[in-house]
Antibody, heavy 123, light 108 residues
């Protein structure tokens, strides 16, 4: 079974760093783009960026460029989303998701989703 | 950046009725790379339609997508109780790959 399993909920203070994870299984992790999507409380979906684990090619939305870092460790089939200094406005649920097809081109919808990681940033 | 505008914001319908959800793009979507997702409370989104009109694996045929260029529609032919949810469109032809703001389909 193809699945993405995300790390658990986090409660952090402003200014702290955080890295959340997304582990893929049931498919060849290297060959599929994985992305991150933010959903703030009561709001819609926001596309943050994607990474191609085979060569770590990474693309960011301008809204998130410089605010987060997306990475992947292909040896353990895991993608990451990292903040160096959290803000209260980072409070949201973060989903990782995998492209439908195992292709190098970065044009595909998200067909497999993780369960979401809730991040709460509060002093 | 392509802005996707979904309408209406909320659609109030009864089970068995037909639902038509609109997604309009601020510029033409390359190769009609337009997807529709369904999200229920507390759950991750689920891919319904990709490439504007192709159903994803396991999606019932009461869901259909149509449109091209800047105007796209998701149609649910006969609403089932489990179809009441929020629906998002997404374009993935241009970077960044943007989402619409969502349409909530609620029980009337």
């Amino acid at each position: 079974e193809v699945q993405l399993v995300q790390s658990g909920a986090e409660v952090k203070k402003p200014g702290e760093s955080l890295k959340i994870s997304c582990k893929g299984s049931g498919y060849i992790f290297l060959n599929y783009w994985i992305g991150w999507v933010r959903q703030m409380p009561g709001k819609g979906l926001e596309w943050m960026g994607i990474i191609y684990p085979a060569d770590s090619d990474t693309r960011y939305s301008p809204s998130f460029q410089g605010q987060v870092t997306i990475s992947a460790d292909k040896s353990i089939n895991t993608a990451y989303l990292h903040w160096s200094s959290l803000k209260a406005s980072d409070t949201a649920v973060y989903y990782c998701a995998r492209y439908r097809r195992g292709i190098a081109a970065s044009t595909d919808p998200f067909a497999v989703w993780g369960q979401g990681t809730r991040v709460t940033v509060s002093s | 950046e392509i802005v996707l505008t979904q309408s209406p914001g909320t659609l109030s319908l009864s089970p068995g009725e037909r639902a038509a959800l609109s997604c309009r793009a601020s510029q033409s979507v390359i190769s009609n790379f337009l997807a529709w997702y369904q999200q229920k409370p507390g759950q991750a989104p689920r891919l319904l339609i990709y490439d504007a009109s192709s159903r994803a694996t396991g999606i019932p045929d009461r869901f259909s997508g149509s449109g091209s260029g800047t105007d796209f529609t998701l149609t649910i032919s006969r609403l089932e109780p489990e179809d009441f949810a929020v629906y998002y469109c997404q374009q993935y032809g241009n970077s960044p790959k943007t989402f619409g703001q969502g349409t909530k389909v609620e029980i009337k």
